[in-house]
C-alpha cells in the first residue's frame, strides 16, 4: 500500500510538472506567432502585396480565434499542486533544507529527543494546515466563487492546501515512527549533486 502511494505521489508530481511545461511552452509560441503573423500584416501593407497580406490576416484571425488567456492562470494552479505534493515527496526522501547545527552537536539521548521534538513539531504543524485548510476550503466552496480565467471552483483549486498537508503530515508521522522504531532518517545524498564534491576538495586542500 505504501509503494503504491509512494508511485502515485511521483507520478502526480511528474505529471503536474509536465503539463505546466507544455501549456508554458505553448502559451509562449501563440504569442510569439501572433506576433509574427501581425509583422506579416505590417510587411505586407507597406509593401502593398495583397496576397500576402490576405493570407497573414487570415492566419492572424486563425491565430488569434486560439485563446490561451487562461494558460497562465492553469500553470499557477498546476505549480501550487505540485509544491504542495512536491513538500510531503521532500519529507520523505529528506531533501527539505533544514537547520541541525544543535542536532549534530548532541549525541545519544539528547539528539534523540531534539530529533523527536522537531519530527512531532512537523506533524503537529501540518495537522493544523489540514485543519484551517480544510475549514478555508468548506467556506470557499459555500461561497460559489470561481476562477477569472478558468471559471472552474475555486475550492478545487484551495484543496491542494488540505490535501497536500495531510500527506505531508502522514510522511512526518512515517519519518518519526521509522526513527523510533530503527533509528533511520531520511537524507538526501549530496554526493549526487554535481559540484559537491568539487568543492569539498578544493575546502580540504585550503585547509590543508
Known amino acids: 500500500m505504501l509503494r503504491l502511494l509512494d508511485r502515485l505521489e511521483e507520478v502526480m508530481i511528474a505529471t503536474l510538472i509536465a503539463v505546466a511545461t507544455l501549456l508554458i511552452f505553448l502559451s509562449v509560441t501563440h504569442r510569439f506567432a501572433i506576433g509574427f503573423a501581425a509583422d506579416m500584416v505590417a510587411f505586407a501593407r507597406e509593401g502593398e502585396r495583397e496576397q500576402l497580406m490576405a493570407f497573414a490576416r ?13 494558460a497562465q492562470e492553469a500553470c499557477i494552479y498546476l505549480f501550487v499542486w505540485m509544491a504542495k505534493f512536491g513538500a510531503a515527496y521532500g519529507v520523505r526522501t529528506g531533501i527539505h533544507v533544514g537547520v541541525d547545527i544543535l542536532a549534530e552537536r548532541l549525541e545519544g539521548n539528547a539528539r534523540k529527543i ?50 497536500g498537508s495531510a500527506l505531508m503530515c502522514f510522511r512526518f508521522i512515517q519519518a518519526l515512527y521509522w526513527y523510533l522504531t530503527t533509528g533511520y532518517i531520511a537524507h538526501h545524498d549530496i554526493s549526487s549533486v554535481e559540484g559537491v564534491e568539487e568543492e569539498a576538495e578544493v575546502a580540504s586542500e585550503g585547509k590543508a
Open 114 to 163: 531534539i530529533t523527536i521534538i522537531a519530527m512531532s513539531g512537523g506533524v503537529i504543524f501540518t495537522a493544523i494546515i489540514v485543519v484551517i485548510g480544510t475549514d478555508f476550503v468548506l467556506h470557499v466552496r459555500q461561497g460559489g466563487q470561481i476562477t477569472p480565467d478558468l471559471e472552474i471552483p475555486s475550492w478545487i483549486v484551495y484543496l491542494a492546501v488540505p490535501l
Open 58 to 70: 487570415s492566419l492572424f484571425k486563425s491565430i488569434n480565434a486560439l485563446k490561451m488567456t487562461w
